[in-house]
């Protein structure tokens, strides 16, 4: 799938270049899609099939980002859920901050 590629493509170090038929296609509907930054080179005129001969990815598109953190695994968050309190812990705070500015212990 191309959402495979996509997550190698983040743990990788960019630019990235593929040669074969496969990942190219690959490549190119992420680059469709809006979720990467890719250059193909022309098809080779010797080539029966009109497939590019590389792909080069250069970036992840903040949409692509996006679309990564929407497949995040729950032991490994995307990077603004992790840094965000759940919403009880924030009204514990709250509630015992105001208890102690009244002088409660």
């Known amino acids: 799938m191309a959402i495979d590629l996509l997550k190698q493509l983040a743990s ?7 040669r074969t038929a496969e990942e190219i296609d690959k490549i190119k509907l992420l680059r469709a899609a809006g979720l990467v930054i890719a250059l193909t080179s022309p098809p080779n005129a010797s080539s029966p099939s009109g497939i590019p001969d590389t792909a080069q990815v250069l970036a992840i598109t903040q949409k692509g980002r996006e679309e990564l953190g929407k497949f995040s695994l729950p032991e490994n968050p995307s990077p603004d859920q992790s840094a965000r309190a759940p919403w009880w812990m924030a009204k514990l705070h709250a509630s015992i901050s105001t208890h102690r500015a009244r002088g409660w212990r």
Do not use: G, Q, R, V
């Open 12 to 18: 990788s170090s960019l630019p990235a270049t593929f």
